[in-house]
């Protein structure tokens, strides 16, 4: 484990800190980015974690180099520099943004909820599908142009909605959701501007996203399957997961992350029908003959399931972990490291109340799908009534 900052006297400080944990981690720590960046390259490392702002090469520039030389290593940024510029700047190249100061308990947990993950999408037989799909949708070039606004020194509305209104689908799909009760206006929304205005980037980013990948799929590879469902259901899906994470008082940040997940929870569904149209109609036989949920039919058939080859896509798009978390885990969040309310915990509950919402006995009182045992290990089972009717109403 490598840790990297300018400061003496915080390096010092982070020795003395991180002294208990000596049985358990081997550390080493460097004053530069550059030193640090020799050391990894004669001996490739598990985790490094980074200061920010240091001269010369910073922790944005040191992490992506890291990328390229030990892109197994967990990277995690520790900045007392919260600033929205800094944090979107690491979060391309980092898997963790922890704030200074910080406990010896956060960090680890941190590293383990990282490397829980990485296991997951390390998986054999994740990887051996992997290798046989011969294409994963690409990362859509207006998002790309979004982002790449919305990170600018000096974001502008103006211009990002110029961007959505390149596509005219893309806006005409974002104006009918921003009037629709989905998002509970009280103003007719006309115009881009106006909906990336009220709606803000993070919203807007994610609509855009989870749209262009919808619309890359060809319904006619496997007719059976319906897209418009799986669209509808996402679409329900965010809803709830929007109003969960604000029920439970969430942040923003896992507001948004619930969000996005949400609408992309399914992805990996899309990545394998596009592939394997013939396999994925096995994989729907089984459901409909032995009532397998989805995940479960299509570990029999392809050895791994959607939520696994959605969370690897995600990944390898550079989506931030707490997007790739909740997506990997939704289906079943006890597998998850860590603890507490996040977007693991509202896209788990919004997609399985969603999918009761599908049933045909209307506003059923048990709900299928959903993780008793981490419900019960986190203590949200007295909260599910409430979450219940908001996604009823949703």
């Not at 399985?352 to 048990?366: K, T, W």
Request: proline letters at 5%.
């Amino acid at each position: 484990m490598v840790f990297v900052d300018d400061a003496p006297e915080i390096l010092k400080h982070l020795q003395r800190t991180l002294a208990p944990m000596q049985a358990e981690w081997a550390m080493e720590f460097y004053p530069s980015a550059t030193a640090a960046l020799a050391a990894i390259r004669e001996a490739p490392c598990d985790v490094v974690v980074s200061d920010m702002t240091m001269p010369g090469m910073d922790g944005a520039q040191f992490l992506g180099e890291v990328r390229k030389v030990c892109p197994q290593a967990i990277r995690i940024v520790l900045s007392g520099d919260q600033s929205p510029a800094n944090y979107l700047r690491s979060a391309s190249v980092a898997h963790r943004f922890l704030q200074k100061p910080f406990d010896v308990a956060t960090l680890k947990a941190t590293i383990e909820k990282a490397e829980a993950l990485r296991d997951v999408l390390a998986n054999p037989a994740l990887r051996s599908l992997a290798n046989e799909i011969k294409t994963l949708p690409s990362l859509p070039s207006i998002y790309q142009e979004l982002m790449k606004e919305m990170q600018a020194p000096q974001a502008s509305l103006k211009k990002a909605s110029r961007i959505v209104a390149k596509d005219l689908g893309m806006v005409t799909k974002i104006l009918q959701l921003v009037n629709s009760a989905f998002f509970g206006l009280r103003t007719h929304v006309s115009d881009p501007e106006q909906a990336v205005a009220l709606l803000g980037f993070d919203t807007i980013k994610s609509l855009v996203l989870s749209s262009q990948v919808f619309a890359q799929f060809d319904q006619a590879q496997l007719p059976s399957f319906s897209l418009d469902e799986l669209w509808r259901h996402a679409m329900l899906a965010g809803s709830c997961a929007r109003r969960i994470a604000k029920e439970a008082g969430a942040s923003q940040q896992v507001t948004d992350e619930a969000f996005t997940a949400a609408l992309l929870h399914d992805v990996g569904v899309l990545v394998l029908v596009a592939n394997k149209p013939d396999e994925y109609a096995r994989v729907l036989e089984l459901i409909r003959t032995k009532q397998m949920p989805d995940w479960e039919a299509e570990r029999q058939v392809f050895g791994a399931d959607h939520a696994h080859v959605g969370a690897y896509l995600l990944g390898i798009w550079g989506l931030g972990d707490g997007i790739v978390e909740a997506v990997a885990y939704h289906h079943h969040p006890d597998d998850y490291k860590g603890s507490g309310f996040c977007a693991v915990t509202a896209v788990h509950v919004a997609n399985a109340m969603a999918e009761a919402q599908a049933l045909p006995v209307e506003n059923p009182i048990e709900v299928p799908g959903l993780d008793q045992q981490y419900l019960a290990r986190e203590q949200f089972q007295s909260q599910l009534p409430r979450w219940r009717e908001l996604c009823i109403a949703a």
